[in-house]
Every structure is written in structure tokens, then in C-alpha cells.
């Protein structure tokens, strides 16, 4: 009877659906939370006291926002911003408006792991830069972005991971995915075959993420000598 | 030529690192700064190319006052004064071509004029071999080289070295000198050397000044200085124990001071055969800079005037530079 369900799930696809759900229920919102976290960070980290270019109050007011947007739990966030998702695409169900609900929980998480990497680029190197006539607008293009690539490679596997976290959750609301999969086939029909079948395909897809991004991190790094 | 004029500066905690500097550097020289840790030097050379904006006072260099530039008159004019760093400041992800094209692709130079100008400037620093290499491949000494390059790249007119060899070895550390002598004769580069070795402003200077508590406590030719350091502070760089000498009491004392030249003559052993008086050694210290040593020799002078005399006459006759104490 068990096995029956999960062969049935197999044999119409849902659960290939679901794997296939979960990745781009991943990329697509990680894509477009580091099209605005990584402008973000990089203001975060620039406008800091100790920045290239310090703007304390333009600083103090992003902090204050991202750390508004951070402190509220996921499972929380997902639903107070469904109205937003509504408004962007027309619809607080499906795929399409988690997609907008990821986007807008992973953007804040996003910009302090890219200011976290961008912090991290030796002051020697930016004061040299300096010492060249750089302006702080070609600093960031030239020296802090090129400079922190193999950590921001590494924050983007960790954010990832995290978004394929709050991918699952959202399938609680009405988001695909092997979150909707374990959930409903297999925590409603009391089926622990398919939640554990879940959790494993979960546990290799984060594993695929989590080697490949590291291997190129590691093979980009030119800190690193061969 | 670079002029500082009234030159001060106060952090906003409070902590003053220059008082009232004045040092005109010409063109075409080494000028050496040298200084215990905390004197000031660090800031002072930042100042230079207004890395550092000063509380009060003036940077002008080739007649122009930094201070009254726009700030995109300024990036235009530190595009001139090179750079390098105690810790190479190289960028990581960059190799060694690319890093020395850098503050060309900052002037806009065309791409292909940038990478041959780098080219040239790699076989001056004797690289060239390394040229697809990254940093992290190199050596301490190959880093500060591919940075002396980088400095160079856009035709600089003036070299700063804040601490540059600090981080080398001895045998790296000369041959880094070296190339920066090469530099200034071949390219008529204006350098400005930090440091707080005595053994750098010897190999290299031709004028230094002394800083202490972030003031200048004496500014001259290094021969002079290091011959007759006047303050307090030339004299425990170039004697460090000159505080101790001058309190040894009891009779007539000459002190005679080493200045690099006479060192290798065994001058008191000769003084002694010469006059054929026994004189007493109160106190030596000398240092050895490369192969010519500094430093002074305090010599008890008999109490018999006549004998005194003969010293002091045969002293002045070999033209051996000395003091009474």
C-alpha cells in the first residue's frame, strides 16, 4: 500500500516534477536575489565608517531595513508578502508567486553575505588602489568585486542551500517541490516512504550544490597556488 | 620637487602623528625617512599623496597644492607619485601582467600599449619570466618587484616606499634596494623610502630626515647626520648607546666617531704605536652597515697634558673626526 503510492508518484512524474521544481524554485529566486543583494552588499560594506566611500546614514538606513526583513521568520515572511507577490505577477499561488516571496526573503540574506565577502578584501590592496588614483566608483569594479570573487563563490553556495530551505517551507503555501511532495503525500497520508524519499533526494541535491559550487570557488581562487 | 609646509595632523580621537613638518625633497633624489615605530612616518608619507588628508599645513608637489584640488584633479595627480607597500598590496586575482597593467587601465591606456609598457617594465625589474604567474606563486622579494613595477607603470615621476623591505630578508632586502637605485638613476624617479632601518637610509639616501614624536628632529645629508647626529633621537639611531657613554665619569674623555670611511684603518692601534702613549678604551660601540661600520669609540685621555695633546694632534693630522667630553 505504501510502495503503491510511491510508485504511482514515480510513474506519473510528480516526484521528477518535484526534484526538477525544487532546483529552479532555487536558482531562479537565488538568481534574482543576487541581481539586487549583490548592489546591496556591496553599498552595505562601501557606505560602512571604515568603507571606501562612508555615507553613515544612507549606511544606517539599508542596515535598519535588511535587519527588519532578516529578523522575521521565513515561514512568517512567506505569507505576509503574498499580497506583494499578487501585485508582481497577478497571482499569491504556484510557483510564480513563491518565486516572488523567495526573491524577497533571500535579498536581505544575500546582501549581508556579499558584504560580509566584500569586507573581507585586504585594506592594503584597496589603499594601494588608491595610492593609484583609483576612484572609489572603478574600486569597486576593479579591485573589491574581482578581489572577494572566491568568497562571494562561497557565500552563494551557503545562500543556496538556504533558499532550497525556504523552497520547501513555501510548499506549505502552494509552492511545488519535494517540500509539497513530503507534505502532502507523505506527512497527510502518513507515508514515511516518500518523506524519507524526499529528504534524500533534498540532502543530494544540496550535496550536488554544495561540491560543485566549492570546486569552482576553489579552481577560480588564484590565492590558492597550483 | 615635493614641499611640505607646516604640515600637521591630528586624528579625530585625538592622537596627534605630525607636528609642524617642514622637508622640501627635490627631484631626482632619494630621501629617506626614518623614525621609531609611532614617530609618524606612516602617516607623514600618506600625506604625501593625500592618502591622509592633513589637519592643517601644505603638500605641494611640482607646484601644485593638493589641497585645493578637486577630487578628480587629485586621482589624476597620484596617477604620478608610485606607491609600494611593507606588505606588496598586490591584487590577489590578478597576475603579474595584469597587475602592473592595472594603474594603466586607471589612465585609460589602450589595452595593447598597457600590456607592452608592462612588458618593459618587467624585464627593468627582471621578471619577465613570471609574467603569467600569480602572487600567491611569488616570493616576498619577486612581489615587491612586480609592485615597484606597478608603481612605474604610468611613468611616474616619484616613488613612495612606505616600510618596503621590511618584510625581506637581508640578501633581498639589497637586492630590492638595488633596483630601486637603478630606478632613480636610469629613470630619474624622485623616491621617498620609510623606514625605520638605518642600514636602508645608508645603502640608498642621499638626504634624511629624523622624525621624533611626530616632529622633524633633524634633516641633513645621511653622511653628515650619521657622522655628527645632533638630537637625541639621530643619536640612538646611529649610537644606541650614546645616553650610557656620556654618563661614564672621570677624567678628560674624546669621543671618536666613525662615520662609515675610516673604519676599516686599525686607527687606535696605530694612535697607539704612533704616540706610543697606552690609552684606555671606556667604550666601544660599532656596528657594522654593509661592509662600513659606524658608530664611536670613547677614548680615556691621559692626565698629562702634554701626552693629551700629542692624541689630539695626531687625531687632527689623520683627519679622524672626534669630540671632547
Known amino acids: 500500500m505504501n510502495n503503491d503510492l510511491l510508485s504511482q508518484l514515480i510513474d506519473k512524474g510528480i516526484l521528477q516534477l518535484g526534484v526538477w521544481e525544487t532546483i529552479y524554485l532555487t536558482f531562479i529566486p537565488a538568481f534574482f536575489a543576487y541581481l539586487f543583494g549583490i548592489p546591496l552588499g556591496i553599498l552595505l560594506s562601501v557606505t560602512d565608517k571604515g568603507g571606501i566611500h562612508p555615507i553613515p546614514w544612507l549606511n544606517k538606513i539599508i542596515g535598519l531595513i535588511v535587519n527588519i526583513f532578516r529578523s522575521i521568520p521565513f515561514v512568517i515572511l512567506m505569507i505576509a508578502v503574498l499580497p506583494v507577490a499578487k501585485f508582481v505577477v497577478g497571482t499569491a499561488l504556484g510557483n510564480k508567486a513563491m518565486i516572488v516571496t523567495l526573491i524577497i526573503a533571500a535579498v536581505p540574506y544575500v546582501a549581508r553575505m556579499v558584504e ?15 595610492a593609484m588614483g583609483t576612484s572609489s566608483f572603478k574600486i569597486v569594479f576593479k579591485v573589491l568585486i574581482p578581489e572577494a570573487k572566491p568568497s562571494l563563490l562561497v557565500g552563494a553556495v551557503i545562500s543556496l542551500v538556504t533558499i532550497l530551505g525556504y523552497s520547501a517551507m513555501a510548499g506549505t ?54 | 620637487m615635493i614641499e611640505l609646509k607646516e604640515l600637521s595632523k591630528t586624528y579625530p580621537n585625538g592622537v596627534t602623528a605630525l607636528k609642524d613638518i617642514n622637508i622640501t625633497i627635490n627631484n631626482g633624489e632619494i630621501f629617506g625617512i626614518i623614525g621609531l615605530s609611532g614617530a609618524g612616518k606612516s602617516t607623514l608619507i600618506r600625506c604625501i599623496n593625500f592618502l591622509e588628508k592633513p589637519t592643517s599645513g601644505k603638500v605641494i608637489i611640482d607646484g601644485q597644492n593638493l589641497g585645493e584640488l578637486s577630487k578628480k584633479e587629485l586621482l589624476k595627480t597620484r596617477q604620478n607619485i ?86 625581506l630578508d637581508p640578501d633581498t632586502t639589497s ?151
Open chain 1, 116 to 130: 560580509s565577502s566584500i569586507k573581507e578584501v585586504d585594506s592594503g590592496v584597496i589603499e594601494a588602489a588608491q
Open chain 1, 173 to 226: 503555501i502552494g509552492g511545488g517541490g519535494l517540500g509539497m511532495i513530503a507534505i502532502n503525500f507523505g506527512y497527510q497520508r502518513f507515508n514515511d516512504n516518500v518523506i524519507w524519499i524526499c529528504v534524500l533526494l533534498t540532502v543530494i541535491i544540496v550535496q550536488i550544490i554544495q561540491e560543485v559550487g566549492m570546486l569552482i570557488a576553489r579552481k577560480t581562487d588564484k590565492r590558492i597556488s597550483k
Open chain 2, 82 to 167: 608610485g606607491m609600494i607597500f611593507q606588505g606588496f598590496n598586490l591584487l590577489s586575482q590578478r597576475n603579474v601582467i595584469k597587475n602592473i597593467c592595472y594603474p594603466l587601465e586607471i589612465a585609460g591606456v589602450k589595452k595593447a600599449d598597457a600590456k607592452k609598457r608592462a612588458e618593459e617594465l618587467l624585464e627593468l625589474v627582471g621578471l619577465t619570466d613570471k609574467a603569467k604567474a600569480y602572487p600567491s606563486q611569488l616570493s616576498g622579494g619577486q612581489k615587491q618587484r612586480v609592485a615597484i613595477a606597478r608603481a612605474l607603470a604610468a611613468k611616474t615621476s616619484y616613488l613612495l616606499c612606505d616600510e618596503a623591505t621590511s618584510a
Open chain 2, 175 to 325: 637586492s630590492i634596494l638595488e633596483l630601486m637605485r637603478k630606478i632613480n638613476k636610469t629613470l630619474g624617479v624622485t623616491i621617498v623610502v620609510i623606514t625605520h632601518e638605518m642600514k636602508v637610509i645608508d645603502k640608498i639616501c642621499d638626504r634624511v630626515a629624523v622624525l621624533d614624536q611626530s616632529t622633524v628632529a633633524e634633516i641633513g645629508n645621511v653622511r653628515d647626520v650619521f657622522a655628527a647626529p645632533k638630537s637625541a633621537i639621530a643619536k640612538k639611531l646611529v649610537l644606541p648607546e650614546a645616553k650610557a657613554v656620556d654618563e661614564i665619569t672621570g677624567g678628560k674623555k674624546i669621543r671618536i666617531v666613525f662615520n662609515g670611511e675610516n673604519s676599516f684603518k686599525p686607527v687606535i692601534a696605530n694612535l697607539v704605536l704612533e704616540c706610543g702613549i697606552p690609552v684606555n678604551i671606556l667604550h666601544a660601540d660599532t656596528k657594522d652597515i654593509d661592509g662600513k661600520a659606524y658608530g664611536q669609540i670613547l677614548l680615556g685621555l691621559p692626565d698629562d697634558e702634554k701626552s693629551a695633546e700629542r692624541i689630539r694632534a695626531y687625531l687632527n693630522a689623520n683627519e679622524i673626526s672626534f669630540t671632547e667630553i
